[in-house]
C-alpha cells in the first residue's frame, strides 16, 4: 500500500477549497468544487456577460469538452455523443435500438442505478422484454448469473461497471465476452467507477459507455457522454432527437437525416456552461494522470476497510479494493440519520438503504480516512446503529 500518492497532494488540496474545512468522502454523489471548475464556470459567465452572445466559443467549448471525455476513455470524439444526464444518454440509445426482430430483450444488472433500469423498462411499450439478474446476499453478481438470463433473444445487457451502493466493480470482459459470445450487445453505465482508475472503452468489450461528470469526474450536474462503438452508431435512429443530431444542424431543414458516428444521439441546445465545467475536471484528471489516481484511490480504499474492520463495523460488498471503486458501504440503521450527525461533524457521507458510503477520492489523505472513520464509529456507537 502507498503512503503517499505519486503527485503533489498538497498542492491537489489548496485547489479544493472545501478541505480547509469539511472532510468530504462523497465524491460518489457529489465531488467538492476545485479552482479549475470554479475558473472554468467564470469563464463561461465572463463570456456571456461580456459579449452577451458568443455560440461560436460556446459551442466550442462543447466540442473540447467531448474530445475531452474521448480522451478519457481512449476513444475518438466522433463517438462519443453529448447528453444532458445519465437517463437521457440511456433513452437515446434505448430508443434507438429496434425490438421489433428476433431480439428484443434486454438483461439488466441488479447493480443498476434504478434511472437506467428505469429507461429499458420504458422500453417494453415498443416490445422489449426486460429480465433482471438481482445482487447475490454479498452484493454482488457472478457472471454465470448472467448467463442465465442471456439468450438468443437478448439484444443488450445493461451492466453497471461499478454498483453505486458498494462499489464493486463487474468483470466487464467476462461479462463482454459472454454478451458477444451469445449475439447481444452490451451497454454500461460507468459514472461510479469513470475517474477512479484508466478505462480504454475501445477494448472494454463494452458497445456503449456512459457517464455524468458530477461524481469522479469533478464536474457538475447537467451534462453526461455516451461512447458508441463505432461500428454500430450507423444503425441507432434514436425518438429522443433534435437539431443537433443532424447532419447539418445550422442549415435549418426539418428533414430528419442522421448525423455520422455518435453525434446523431446529440439532440437540442447543449449544455454549455456545465461543459465548461466538465472539461475542466476531466482534464485535472487526466493530468495528474489516472493510473496514479488509481493508486492512491486503492490505498485509500484498502486503508478503509481495514479501519471498518479494525472498530467493528460491518462492511457491505467486497473486501478487495482491486474489486471495488473507492466507494464503501458500511452498514446503519438509519443511515440519514448518520448522515446528518457527520455532517454536523463537516465530514460529508452519503446516505444510501441501510448503509452510509464513504467515497475518498484523489484528493483525500490517509488521516481524512481515519477521521471519518473515527466518528463514524463515535456517532454508530451512541445509537444510531
Ligand atoms: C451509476 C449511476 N448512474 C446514473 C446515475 C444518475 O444518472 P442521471 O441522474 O445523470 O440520469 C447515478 C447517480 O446519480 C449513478 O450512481
Request: charged fraction near 20%.
Amino acid at each position: 500500500m502507498h503512503r503517499a500518492p505519486s503527485y503533489d497532494l498538497d498542492a491537489v488540496r489548496r485547489q479544493i477549497p472545501l478541505l480547509a474545512t469539511h472532510v468530504p468522502m462523497n465524491a460518489c454523489s457529489q465531488a467538492p468544487q476545485s479552482e479549475p471548475a470554479r475558473t472554468a464556470a467564470e469563464a463561461y459567465l465572463d463570456s456571456w456577460g461580456r459579449d452577451g452572445m458568443d455560440w461560436e466559443r460556446w459551442i466550442g467549448e462543447v466540442e473540447a469538452a467531448r474530445s475531452e471525455f474521448a480522451a478519457l476513455i481512449g476513444a475518438e470524439a466522433a463517438d462519443v455523443a453529448v447528453a444532458t444526464s445519465v437517463s437521457q444518454a440511456t433513452a437515446s440509445v434505448a430508443t434507438g435500438l429496434d425490438f421489433t426482430g428476433r431480439r428484443y430483450g434486454v438483461v439488466v444488472s441488479g447493480v443498476e442505478f434504478p434511472t437506467v433500469a428505469h429507461v429499458w423498462r420504458a422500453q417494453e411499450r415498443l416490445g422489449a422484454e426486460v429480465r433482471t439478474v438481482p445482487t447475490r446476499p454479498d452484493g454482488t453478481i457472478p457472471v454465470e448469473d448472467y448467463a442465465e438470463a442471456v439468450d438468443e433473444t437478448t439484444l443488450v445487457v445493461s451492466a453497471a461497471h461499478a454498483f453505486y451502493q458498494n462499489g464493486w466493480k463487474q468483470d466487464l470482459h467476462a461479462l463482454a465476452s459472454l454478451a458477444r459470445g451469445r449475439g447481444a450487445l452490451l451497454y454500461v453505465d460507468a459514472y461510479q467507477s469513470l475517474g477512479t482508475e484508466p478505462f480504454h472503452a475501445p477494448s472494454s468489450g463494452a458497445d456503449f459507455v456512459t457517464s455524468g461528470n458530477l461524481k469522479f469526474l469533478m464536474g457538475m450536474p447537467g451534462i453526461a457522454f455516451v461512447w458508441v462503438r463505432p461500428s454500430l452508431s450507423g444503425e441507432l435512429h434514436p425518438a429522443i432527437t433534435g437539431w443537433f443530431g443532424r447532419k447539418h444542424p445550422f442549415a435549418f431543414d426539418t428533414r430528419l437525416d442522421w448525423a455520422e458516428g455518435a453525434r446523431r444521439l446529440d439532440t437540442g441546445t447543449p449544455p454549455v456552461l456545465e461543459a465548461y465545467v466538465a472539461r475542466a475536471g476531466m482534464a485535472w484528471l487526466r493530468e495528474l494522470g489516472l493510473d496514479h489516481v488509481a493508486d492512491w484511490v486503492r490505498s485509500l480504499g484498502a486503508h478503509l476497510t481495514e479501519g471498518v474492520r479494525a472498530r467493528g463495523l460491518t462492511l457491505l460488498g467486497p473486501e478487495d479494493p482491486r474489486a471495488r471503486a473507492p466507494t464503501t458501504a458500511i452498514a446503519c440503521e438509519d443511515s440519514h440519520a448518520v448522515e446528518a450527525a457527520l455532517r454536523a461533524r463537516r465530514i460529508i457521507a452519503s446516505a444510501r438503504g441501510p448503509a452510509i458510503r464513504l467515497a475518498p477520492h484523489f484528493y483525500n489523505t490517509l488521516a481524512d480516512v481515519d477521521t471519518a472513520l473515527d466518528a463514524l464509529a463515535d456517532v454508530l456507537g451512541r445509537g444510531t446503529r
